[in-house]
């Protein structure tokens, strides 16, 4: 009224923040943040302590954790006990003496760990961003509980994010269904033979993107300009460094495994020179294949080894012809 703010009534609620005297926290591998890649092996530490002025009696840690990529045959328990029809693992005074009677002050740690699958199960395209959860708990019927107030119940929950596995392969062919290749096999001194470089990306569980691909030629390998498929791919070949780009860009995850791989080869030429006889020749240096997850953020890299002209993968050329002459 004329400006003023009348109240007609008022009410007002507190609430009270207290400190609980149970804590727990949890890390893995040492860290309490983290993205973890397929194959790998998760060390789980809970630590738990009495933060009170009171002992507390018949303490229980429990930790509820679940995931479709975790490898729940390989668990490893020093103690407690895992219940698979609850996804729990469950640590008592029977296991851990300390828990029976908990000193105002006194701590303690638990350890067990569990690896990551290997082979991601990757069945349809909703098969991505997969997380890891775990809620590690731990209460007491000692536990001091004001009146009107919940029982309090020290909790902390993880969540990790697992990142793509993506995988370059790199091999050579001298009988080639897409690109024909000519000269002697084996190869001869001063002649030249060509062969063709495959690059093939698999990518599993997340979308990834600014994929690409890096490579060199040795000196003394020849760019022949020839790329299959023409279109649709871009690969850039630098004749100052030797140097060799496929720019790929996006992938979507299950590429390589509900979806077709990508996929992408070129043709190069060797003519072996007199310190090169009876030696494998190196066709292509190492490759690299780097790409960031948009899920967790993460730069990928990843690398393949040379690729030398024994080429196992070519089924027509016999052993005997795999070294230059």
Same mark, same amino acid.
Do not use: C
């Given at each position: 009224?004329?400006?003023?703010?009348?109240?007609?009534?008022?009410?007002?609620?507190?609430?009270?923040?207290?400190?609980?005297?149970?804590?727990?926290?949890?890390?893995?591998?040492?860290?309490?943040?983290?993205?973890?890649?397929?194959?790998?092996?998760?060390?789980?530490?809970?630590?738990?302590?009495?933060?009170?002025?009171?002992?507390?009696?018949?303490?229980?840690?429990?930790?509820?954790?679940?995931?479709?990529?975790?490898?729940?045959?390989?668990?490893?328990?020093?103690?407690?006990?895992?219940? #698979? *029809?609850?996804? =729990?693992?469950?640590?008592?005074? &029977?296991? /851990?003496?300390?828990? +029976?009677?908990?000193?105002?002050?006194? !701590?303690?740690?638990?350890?067990?760990?569990?690896?990551?699958?290997?082979?991601?199960?990757?069945?349809?395209?909703?098969?991505?961003?997969?997380?890891?959860?775990?809620?590690?708990?731990?209460?007491?019927?000692?536990?001091?509980?004001?009146?009107?107030?919940?029982?309090?119940? #020290? *909790?902390?929950? =993880?969540?990790?994010?697992?990142? &793509?596995? /993506?995988?370059?392969? +790199?091999?050579?062919?001298?009988?080639? !269904?897409?690109?024909?290749?000519?000269?002697?096999?084996?190869?001869?001194?001063?002649?030249?033979?060509?062969?063709?470089?495959?690059?093939?990306?698999?990518?599993?569980?997340?979308?990834?993107?600014?994929?690409?691909?890096?490579?060199?030629?040795?000196?003394?390998?020849?760019?022949?300009?020839?790329?299959?498929?023409?279109?649709?791919? &871009?690969?850039?070949?630098?004749?100052?460094?030797?140097?060799?780009?496929? !720019?790929?860009?996006?992938?979507?995850?299950?590429?390589?495994?509900?979806?077709?791989?990508?996929?992408?080869?070129?043709?190069?030429?060797?003519?072996?020179?007199?310190?090169?006889?009876?030696?494998?020749?190196?066709?292509?240096?190492?490759?690299?294949?780097?790409?960031?997850?948009?899920?967790?953020?993460?730069?990928?890299?990843?690398? &393949?080894?040379?690729?030398?002209?024994?080429?196992?993968?070519?089924?027509?050329?016999?052993?005997?012809?795999?070294?230059?002459?």
């Amino acid at each position: 009224e004329n400006g003023e703010f009348i109240v007609f009534d008022q009410k007002e609620q507190s609430t009270k923040m207290i400190s609980t005297v149970l804590s727990i926290r949890q890390s893995i591998n040492n860290k309490t943040d983290l993205n973890v890649n397929a194959g790998e092996v998760l060390q789980y530490n809970i630590q738990y302590k009495n933060n009170g002025n009171i002992a507390l009696k018949d303490a229980i840690v429990t930790l509820e954790i679940d995931s479709r990529v975790l490898d729940f045959s390989k668990l490893e328990l020093e103690k407690g006990f895992y219940d #698979a *029809s609850k996804k =729990m693992i469950t640590w008592r005074a &029977s296991e /851990i003496p300390e828990l +029976t009677n908990l000193a105002p002050g006194q !701590e303690g740690k638990i350890n067990f760990s569990i690896p990551v699958l290997d082979r991601i199960p990757v069945e349809n395209s909703n098969d991505k961003n997969f997380t890891i959860v775990s809620t590690a708990k731990i209460d007491s019927p000692s536990v001091p509980t004001p009146i009107g107030s919940n029982k309090i119940i #020290a *909790s902390n929950r =993880m969540e990790l994010k697992l990142n &793509s596995r /993506i995988v370059l392969e +790199t091999k050579g062919y001298y009988k080639d !269904e897409n690109l024909a290749n000519s000269g002697p096999i084996p190869p001869k001194l001063g002649q030249e033979t060509t062969y063709t470089i495959h690059w093939k990306v698999i990518n599993v569980s997340n979308d990834v993107a600014n994929t690409k691909v890096v490579s060199y030629l040795p000196s003394g390998v020849k760019w022949l300009g020839k790329i299959y498929p023409q279109e649709g791919e &871009s690969i850039v070949f630098n004749e100052r460094t030797n140097q060799i780009e496929w !720019e790929i860009g996006n992938l979507k995850n299950g590429t390589g495994i509900i979806d077709p791989a990508r996929e992408v080869s070129f043709q190069i030429g060797v003519t072996p020179q007199i310190n090169q006889v009876k030696n494998a020749l190196i066709l292509l240096n190492p490759s690299a294949l780097t790409a960031n997850d948009l899920f967790t953020n993460s730069e990928m890299r990843f690398e &393949s080894k040379e690729k030398d002209n024994r080429l196992p993968e070519d089924q027509s050329i016999e052993d005997k012809f795999k070294v230059a002459e």
